[in-house]
């Protein structure tokens, strides 16, 4: 088929083909960044922890007025937390993945006069029991010794930094950061002007807010906190199924240890998670909402004008069909003319996208929207246009002779 009579026909509706192709143009230019900005958001509700979400619980509580036995304490609450059934550890730390409470970070440097430090990461505060309860995977290296772990009372304690050392255990991105392509293991890594020897290579030990910077960049100090001391406790459990009843088991067991306390708050940590990501599932939600009515709207507006103008020529059409055109010829043409505007709309549309999302990264320091998502664009609406235009185009190819010379 020819396409030199189409683009006649097409000029001829101008102003009708102008803004159809403005309308794919437009929904092209915001469902490319729609479906890039989704996919980013994807990316981000899926990033791993590093630790063993689905089996742990978190319990935040504070003493009332000054604690000054919050190291015993401590214990005694641990002690009675492992005694809880299903229970298979518990532990203190500072802060954990995705956690809106807190966000402990410090720099990490080479040499211990470095001007600028190295990176940036997550301080995690660990005891004996924090990596095995959290579920942290060692790649690489060894769990702290017993007698590298100090209180943090004892830490505080200390008069400056002088003579000062200390082992650390670092994520695998971290290392890699560090000394790329070589073992970090036995290397020494300075926390301000405190010495520290790496010992342990986490797989993954994702930051409370990877906003923060490099999301996997965390280390790990052997420094056992009491939970008056900015602490949440963490348990594991043996049966998720059961994680209800263990957590209601848990706090009664703090509140039967000192009832003088206030249980702050206390979830399974894919609660913590849910929390943490629930703006990018509604933004993920709003943006799949906006492009599905674009695309239906765009739909819409195909199906509207094919129809008018099959409508507008039907005595052409049964003329042609007359003269011996079949009725695939007749559905070809509505296709072929669908194709090339929706196809001019794309070429504009991507032009578009660009802008936009150049303007979304000088606003909302968004990244660079991807070549890749041009093509799926350009699939999906080649698709939806010629989805749309062919029910009319049907109608145009059952337009039989007769009827046509009746309607002229």
Do not use: K
């Not at 006649?8 to 083909?17: G, I, K, Q, V, Y």
């Not at 203190?92 to 430090?117: E, H, I, K, M, W």
């Not at 963490?234 to 009832?259: F, K, T, Y």
């Not at 909302?364 to 070549?371: A, F, Q, S, T, V």
Request: glycine content about 8%; hydrophobic content about 50%; some cysteine.
């Amino acid at each position: 088929m020819h396409v030199h009579p189409i683009v006649s026909s097409l000029r001829r509706h101008r102003t009708a083909a102008l803004l159809i192709v403005l309308e794919i143009a437009l929904t092209c230019a915001i469902v490319c960044n729609a479906l890039f900005l989704i996919g980013e958001r994807i990316d981000a509700v899926r990033r791993p922890s590093g630790i063993a979400e689905r089996e742990l619980l978190q319990i935040r509580l504070s003493g009332i007025g000054p604690q000054t036995d919050a190291g015993a304490r401590t214990r005694e609450d641990l002690a009675a937390l492992r005694a809880v059934p299903g229970v298979v550890g518990a532990t203190v730390t500072n802060q954990l993945p995705f956690y809106r409470f807190s966000s402990s970070n410090s720099g990490v440097s080479l040499t211990a006069d470095q001007a600028q430090p190295t990176l940036h990461a997550a301080r995690y505060h660990a005891d004996e029991t924090t990596i095995a309860t959290l579920g942290i995977r060692l790649v690489a290296g060894r769990d702290f010794l017993p007698d590298e772990y100090m209180d943090v009372a004892e830490v505080e304690a200390l008069d400056g930094s002088e003579g000062m050392r200390g082992a650390t255990i670092v994520t695998a991105s971290m290392a890699e950061r560090l000394f790329p392509g070589e073992q970090a293991v036995g290397r020494t890594v300075y926390f301000g002007p405190i010495p520290l020897t790496i010992v342990g290579i986490a797989e993954s030990l994702a930051r409370p807010s990877p906003s923060d910077g490099e999301g996997t960049f965390s280390f790990l100090l052997p420094i056992r906190l009491h939970y008056n001391n900015g602490g949440t406790y963490l348990i594991r459990v043996s049966d998720p199924a059961r994680r209800d009843a263990v957590l209601a088991a848990a706090v009664a067991a703090l509140e039967a240890v000192d009832p003088d306390r206030l249980i702050l708050a206390h979830s399974a940590y894919e609660a913590i998670r849910a929390d943490y990501f629930r703006n990018d599932r509604e933004m993920i939600g709003l943006l799949s909402t906006v492009s599905i009515v674009l695309l239906v709207v765009t739909a819409f507006g195909i199906v509207g004008l094919a129809s008018f103008w099959v409508q507008q020529r039907t005595r052409q059409i049964g003329v042609r069909r007359a003269l011996g055109a079949t009725r695939a010829q007749i559905l070809r043409h509505f296709q072929i003319e669908n194709f090339l505007l929706t196809s001019t709309g794309i070429v504009l549309g991507m032009a578009l996208a660009y802008a936009l999302n150049q303007l979304m990264m000088g606003r909302y320091e968004l990244p660079r929207l991807p070549l890749a998502y041009l093509p799926v664009c350009t699939v999906l609406l080649w698709a939806l246009g010629q989805a749309a235009v062919l029910w009319p185009a049907l109608r145009a190819a059952a337009i039989s002779p007769a009827i046509a010379t009746r309607a002229a």
